[in-house]
């Protein structure tokens, strides 16, 4: 287990604008094994969209909340009232090689 202050020294942290550290944040946290964020968080959001891009598993993906906790591991067509969450549409054939549905989730 590691901290971002491990490595402040090694990635000179010190020097870097304060308010970068989110967009650190978010390139630390879709790259991991797996990731646990909250639902309807747009910060989440974004972060299960690149690992999306990465073609990282959503099996990978939680939620916090129990009732969304596995929200990311099933197809969803997106017709739900929501803005603050990402869908598989957002990067299953984003290079135009094959439609998003449920069958190349």
Do not use: C
Not at 55 to 84: C, L, P
């Amino acid at each position: 287990l590691f901290f971002l202050d491990d490595f402040r020294e090694l990635a000179g942290l010190d020097k870097m604008d304060p308010n970068h550290m989110g967009m650190l944040d978010v390139v630390v946290a879709s790259r991991g094994r797996a990731f646990a964020g909250t639902f309807r968080s747009t910060f989440s959001g974004y972060i299960n969209r690149l690992r999306g891009y990465y073609g990282m598993s959503m099996n990978d993906s939680y939620f916090g909340q129990m009732k969304e906790k596995n929200m990311m591991h099933e197809w969803h067509n997106v017709n739900f009232d929501t803005y603050a969450r990402e869908w598989p549409d957002a990067w299953i054939g984003i290079d135009g090689d094959v439609l998003p549905s449920e069958e190349v989730f």
